[in-house]
């Protein structure tokens, strides 16, 4: 029995190995994208939803608790981050009020919906209305308390997502700190977070370090393009691309605050495909190369320098062009898909053979030209294992007899 039992794990070993090698088990577990709903011509949610099963991907984040989008999501395989408002904040710090938003716009939902987190505001660190920040911490503890209450605080993690202007140095990473007037109600969030287990979420856009300073930074660094990098003069750590820096010095920020072990994500990263003149650097094939370069990267679930073992998680920003956001053309222009679902540009796995497609092959995370041979491969591979079990059973048996 014991030869059998090798045996049959020998043959599934293999078979999760030839799995991994063909796609059946391949995907990105760390990756998800943003899907923002500024515009009065996107698709509606049920579209949606096989727009994002046909690209393989399991985890959005959207803005809001958007009924249409939380009923359409049901019975699907897709991971959901909801937002609650900014102007929400001051109503919910009050338990009994946060209990009943949970009450209404989370538990009729969940499980069929996977929520899996809830964003409370955002960039409230930073918002021009600074009587937010007093809100926050408060809004945050009210409606995990209200997920406990109802047994959902193992499921949901409660979080906020923070934008790269919360620090106040973040070159190099290592000398990364958060700004002095936040340090206060930073605290407090931290304490939380360590205690919950829940993920500091920052929205980080090298694209904007670019645009402002074209001459003094390399293009190919914040393209995630093959470059020299730079190396931290204090950890003699080498990165080679400007969002992993981004991330470490909030890593390092978050230790200088007495914190250690948050998980960091990265709630919004993108580049626009289209910008006004003084936009620099905004076009199809900059947004192409980035996106598509974290596409390489997340497909090895790898982590920054500082914490390599540990994946990245990471939602690109955008799903769509939102027609109705208001501020510069680039705005409008971060979607990997216009509202009627075409793609702006290709990042799939296709794009990711020949660099210079542009073509309107398949987004799919696995080309669509193997999946009939992957599945007779699969097919065959179950009926041997099913084959080699019976047969070793049969041999085991006869054995005893």
């Not at 964003?119 to 408060?138: C, H, K, R, W």
């Not at 905004?282 to 540990?310: C, H, S």
Request: aromatic share 12%.
């Amino acid at each position: 029995m014991a030869l059998l039992c090798i045996r049959i794990a020998m043959t599934l070993v293999l078979f999760l190995a030839f799995s991994e090698n063909y796609g059946f088990l391949r995907g990105v577990t760390s990756l998800g994208i943003n899907y923002g709903q500024v515009g009065n011509n996107l698709p509606q949610p049920e579209k949606v939803l096989d727009l994002l099963s046909s690209l393989k991907l399991t985890k959005a984040r959207i803005y809001d608790t958007n009924p249409q989008i939380l009923t359409a999501f049901a019975n699907s395989n897709v991971e959901l981050i909801v937002t609650v408002e900014n102007q929400m904040l001051a109503v919910l710090m009050d338990p009994q009020q946060a209990f009943q938003w949970v009450s209404t716009h989370i538990k009729p939902y969940f499980p069929a919906t996977r929520i899996t987190g809830i964003a409370v505001g955002n960039e409230v660190f930073t918002d021009s209305d600074t009587t937010l920040l007093a809100y926050l911490v408060p809004a945050i503890v009210s409606i995990h308390g209200a997920l406990a209450q109802l047994g959902l605080d193992s499921y949901i993690h409660v979080s906020t997502p923070n934008s790269l202007a919360v620090l106040t140095e973040s070159y190099p990473p290592s000398a990364g700190s958060f700004k002095t007037e936040v340090s206060g109600v930073m605290s407090q969030y931290l304490q939380f977070l360590s205690s919950t287990k829940a993920p500091f979420w920052i929205n980080a856009y090298p694209y904007f370090a670019y645009k402002d300073k074209p001459d003094e930074v390399p293009l190919d660094y914040v393209l995630f393009n093959p470059n020299s990098g730079m190396i931290d003069p204090h950890t003699k750590l080498h990165y080679d691309n400007m969002l992993y820096a981004q991330v470490d010095a909030v890593i390092f920020a978050i230790a200088r605050m007495g914190f250690d072990g948050i998980e960091v994500g990265v709630s919004e990263t993108g580049w626009p495909s289209k910008g006004d003149a003084d936009e620099v650097g905004a076009m199809v094939d900059n947004a192409a190369a980035y996106n598509k370069n974290i596409l390489r990267r997340q497909f090895k679930n790898e982590g920054t320098p500082l914490r390599p073992n540990m994946r990245l998680e990471i939602y690109l920003f955008a799903l769509f062009n939102e027609d109705m956001k208001p501020g510069p053309t680039s705005e409008r222009n971060y979607g990997l898909f216009q509202p009627d679902c075409t793609m702006v540009y290709n990042v799939g796995i296709s794009a990711l053979s020949s660099p210079s497609s542009t073509t309107s092959a398949s987004i799919s995370l696995t080309s669509s030209a193997t999946k009939v041979t992957n599945m007779e491969s699969l097919v065959y591979l179950k009926f041997m294992i099913f084959l080699t079990f019976h047969v070793f059973t049969r041999r085991a048996y006869c054995a005893i007899l």
